[in-house]
């Protein structure tokens, strides 16, 4: 609402504001911005930039670490930690965006559910089990 009140109150003035969850901005935004707003969607760094970046040989020797890790800027500008910097990422915004999504109140049950689907990789999943 504050945000509103300044771009409609006063002349010549742009705001920007940023944030890691659209979910939590979708839901706490009820006035509509129409005409007003720019969205841009910031994905995770490409293998061709990373390539780009580093070169092929040591963006081919890392790429075992991104599979597992993923591409997200932190854990490329940070080789070593990318556990720690992973599970901030999952806890932080990941599960936050998932148990919005889903009405979910508990988060244990969703860090249950997300164990038992990565213990039965490459197997059939049980139901029972997730259940």
Known sequence: MKLKIIVDQINNVQVIVSGSSAFDINHITQ???TGRKFEY????I???EFQNNVGYGKALQQLELLLLFGMYPDVINNFGNEYEIL???V???LYKDILSLAGIRKSEVLEKI???LALQVRSEVSFNDIA
């Open 31 to 33: 006035e509509p911005l």
């Open 41 to 44: 969607h910031l994905f995770p």
């Open 46 to 48: 490409s293998w061709n």
């Open 87 to 89: 599970k901030n990422v």
């Open 91 to 93: 806890s932080s915004y």
């Open 114 to 116: 997300l164990q038992v």
